[in-house]
């Protein structure tokens, strides 16, 4: 936890950094923020194209924008839950790919990360389904030993607390799973797109 800054310590290192900063490294401050700002409108759908907001910029900030979005697009990197997620993982990875247009390599490594995220989505509710199932089955076992019949009951195993702790577990070791390739991925599209 030492290790984790709170907003507060940041805002004042922020304000310590404005306080000795030159102009010039405030207006790439400034510009990381507009890239930052562009990529947001461009992964909500006010903007078509990332590329295109970059070329209407002035071409000497042109650099410090692009690495502000590159920064934005790569925190938007992460494992969808929902088709939501799974959309702004799309867009994310779509203006990676649009930034750097000339490198079949970063396409190649968005591909994959895709792919893998396209995994973790159908693996997770194999796995949640397949738990909903067993759980459906050692109720109904538990309503036959007891003299009950589950016919015509509905049974919704989801709501049981084992089902939910049992699930958070799988779920968790899941994540753990993925997340490390996740990261990899990311640590790599970082290097080789300088952001």
Known sequence: MAGIKSTMDLVMERAARMGVATPDEMRHEENLKKGMHCTAEFLNGTQPSLLALLEEQEPAQRAAIRKGMLASLLRNLFLPRDDDGTGRLGKAVQGIVELNRDSADISA??????????QYGQHRTQLYEQLKEQMR???????MRKGMKADGMKIDPTMEPQFKDQWARLEMDLDRQYGQALEQFKAQLQEWTGA
């Open 109 to 118: 490594l968005c591909r994959e990360l895709q792919t893998i995220a396209s």
């Open 137 to 143: 089955m050692q109720i109904e076992q538990m309503l």
